[in-house]
């Protein structure tokens, strides 16, 4: 199962920090992707993190803006979203996977919304 939390309201320029909480079966699972679906869009990747190494690719629309990290202990993992625009309003999911190119287990999904 996963558990995403975090989302909301935010400004412009703001910034909010997503969790994907990990149980179960999907701790078997070495990768946790992050996507964002926007009203009348299709679903994007926002990018990975690696759970065994930390390692993480982001999408072009996240690079240099969002941050991907974890805390195994916990089994979490958080994208941190900085200057945030109304472009990125979303409903955003995190996914697992054995690798980069498969994910197997979805979140419910957390809504994200950046207006003044």
């Known amino acids: 199962q996963l558990t995403e939390s975090g989302g909301g309201l935010v400004q412009p320029g703001g910034s909010l920090t997503l969790s994907c909480e990990a149980s179960?079966?999907?701790?078997?699972?070495?990768?946790i992707g992050w996507f964002r679906q926007a009203p009348g869009k299709e679903r994007a990747g926002v990018g990975d993190?690696?759970?065994?190494?930390?390692?993480?690719v982001y999408s072009d629309s996240a690079k240099d803006r969002f941050t991907l990290s974890r805390d195994n202990a916990k089994s979490t993992v958080f994208l941190r979203m900085n200057s945030l625009q109304p472009e990125d309003t979303a409903v955003y999911y995190c996914?697992?996977?054995?690798?980069?190119?498969?994910?197997?287990?979805w979140g419910q999904g957390t809504q994200v919304t950046v207006s003044s």
């Open positions: 179960g079966s999907t701790l078997e699972n070495p990768i």
């Open positions: 996914a697992a996977g054995p690798n980069r190119w498969e994910f197997d287990y």
């Open positions: 993190i690696s759970l065994s190494d930390g390692s993480t």
